[in-house]
């Protein structure tokens, strides 16, 4: 029997009991129905502290898997930042030691580099002119717009002495 069950065959023993005490004012028998239903009623009663209590005990067991869980998460998380700052120190260390453009492979890893370009701001943010800065809170050069201005020709000589296109080698790991 389920929990919401015994409320329902409680309120039906006693709508019985109530019927039977009724027709037993009127009659003067029923001592022996009204037994077998208080027995009955004693057993559901029963039944329903049992399945309130097993409940009870899921829900603390839930509450102490779900602690664990917090914990568990809190935990992975520190492994998370430990692992990703151990795979960017990894990567800067074989960049640094590992000749620029050097192809190799195995079965188990290819390393290749791409080149990309980045654009490398020589003198402060706020000397800029104000194009080729993006406003922010804090003032840092747009070196994007940097960027596609001196790939075109800087018409104007404004970055002159102040950016340059860097060429840079960047590690490839599949």
Same mark, same amino acid.
Not at 143 to 168: C, M, R, S, Y
């Given at each position: 029997?389920?929990?919401? %069950?015994?409320?329902?065959?409680?309120?039906?023993?006693?709508?019985?009991?109530?019927?039977?005490?009724?027709?037993?004012?009127?009659?003067?028998?029923?001592?022996?129905?009204?037994?077998?239903? %208080? &027995?009955?009623?004693?057993?559901?009663?029963? %039944? =329903?502290?049992?399945?309130?209590?097993?409940?009870?005990?899921?829900?603390?067991?839930?509450?102490?898997?779900?602690?664990?869980?917090?914990?568990?998460?809190?935990?992975?998380?520190?492994?998370?930042? $430990?692992?990703?700052?151990?795979?960017?120190?990894?990567?800067?260390?074989?960049?640094?030691?590992?000749?620029?453009?050097?192809?190799?492979?195995? &079965?188990?890893?290819?390393?290749?580099?791409? $080149? &990309?370009? =980045?654009?490398?701001?020589?003198?402060?943010?706020?000397?800029?002119?104000?194009?080729?800065?993006? !406003?922010?809170?804090?003032? $840092?050069?747009?070196?994007?717009?940097?960027?596609?201005?001196?790939?075109?020709?800087?018409?104007?000589?404004?970055?002159?002495?102040?950016?340059?296109?860097?060429? $840079?080698?960047? !590690? =490839?790991?599949?």
């Amino acid at each position: 029997m389920k929990l919401y %069950e015994t409320t329902i065959e409680l309120e039906k023993l006693w709508n019985e009991a109530s019927n039977i005490l009724e027709c037993t004012f009127i009659e003067g028998t029923g001592e022996a129905m009204l037994s077998d239903i %208080e &027995s009955k009623m004693k057993l559901v009663e029963s %039944e =329903q502290k049992s399945l309130a209590l097993h409940i009870a005990t899921m829900i603390k067991n839930q509450r102490a898997e779900s602690r664990a869980l917090e914990d568990e998460r809190d935990n992975l998380e520190g492994r998370l930042d $430990k692992s990703l700052k151990k795979e960017e120190w990894l990567e800067r260390y074989l960049e640094t030691f590992t000749p620029a453009g050097t192809k190799l492979s195995d &079965s188990r890893v290819t390393i290749g580099w791409r $080149k &990309s370009k =980045q654009v490398e701001v020589l003198i402060d943010p706020e000397d800029l002119p104000a194009k080729f800065q993006k !406003i922010t809170i804090t003032t $840092k050069p747009d070196k994007q717009f940097i960027k596609e201005t001196l790939e075109v020709g800087d018409p104007d000589n404004e970055l002159h002495g102040k950016a340059k296109i860097v060429e $840079k080698d960047n !590690i =490839q790991i599949k």
